[in-house]
């Protein structure tokens, strides 16, 4: 059965300065890769998803994630955060094309001014 | 712009009651998924649907049940609400896009049984 680690729980930032979110997953065949932004009170926001080819996509938001084979990794970057940014994340690996999909348990990201 | 609504978004029921969740969506999405989440905490899929007359169980086991009976709507019930059911419900719809599916996610219901 598949499965998604988030590390970290928390992560505290400056605004202006970069973010990298871990997320590793363990899964036998080529995963579709999946981070999902939630704010307060809201649903989940798709930001990127990999699945095949560059192993480095860009999402909306300014948002990027790197997919590792040999550390089954997919971290979520960005070079300058914002206020706004701050929200929980959460890294998911889907199987059946992504059409289901294993979450992790999610990192809440807090932006210092 | 993805067009998937949830009512209510908050509901403070007591025991006992019998409560449904709704979740509509304009897209005309075949697959539907419900979702359970308490408060920091991942995602666990409780039910899903692949289209009209089409309902699964997922990975987490709940006492609520689902129906689909018209591809835009996917409402969820409870029969007997317990404090063990205060949860935040989150719905989702799917579509095929870029050789792989991306799920749509409603607002969520924040359900509190007293």
């Known amino acids: 059965a598949q499965s998604v680690t988030q590390p970290d729980i928390h992560i505290t930032v400056s605004e202006g300065a970069s973010l990298e979110l871990r997320c590793n997953y363990s899964?036998?065949?080529?995963?579709?890769l999946f981070w999902y932004v939630q704010s307060p009170g809201q649903g989940l926001q798709l930001l990127l998803k990999?699945?095949?080819?560059?192993?480095l996509v860009q999402g909306i938001k300014g948002f990027e994630a790197e997919f590792k084979r040999s550390q089954s990794s997919f971290n979520l970057r960005k070079p300058s955060v914002h206020w706004s940014d701050a929200a929980e994340y959460f890294c998911?690996?889907?199987?059946?094309?992504?059409?289901?999909?294993?979450f992790g348990g999610g990192t809440r990201l807090m932006v210092k001014p | 712009e993805a067009d998937i609504y949830q009512t209510p978004r908050y509901l403070v029921i007591g025991t006992g009651k019998k409560i449904t969740l709704e979740c509509s969506q304009t897209?005309?999405?075949?697959?539907m998924y419900w979702y359970q989440q308490d408060p920091g905490m991942e995602l666990h899929l409780i039910h899903y649907?692949?289209?009209?007359?089409?309902?699964e169980k997922g990975d987490l086991s709940s006492e609520s049940t689902v129906s689909r009976i018209r591809t835009e709507h996917f409402p969820l019930t409870l029969e007997s609400a317990r404090p063990s059911h205060t949860s935040q419900y989150l719905c989702?719809?799917?579509?095929?896009?870029?050789?792989?599916?991306?799920?749509?996610f409603g607002p969520g219901t924040r359900l509190t049984v007293t």
């Open positions: 649907s692949y289209g009209v007359n089409s309902t």
């Open positions: 897209m005309g999405h075949d697959k």
């Open positions: 998911a690996v889907g199987t059946l094309a992504g059409n289901m999909l294993t």
């Open positions: 989702a719809s799917s579509v095929r896009t870029s050789g792989s599916y991306e799920q749509y």
């Open positions: 899964y036998g065949a080529t995963p579709y």
């Open positions: 990999y699945f095949s080819g560059d192993t």
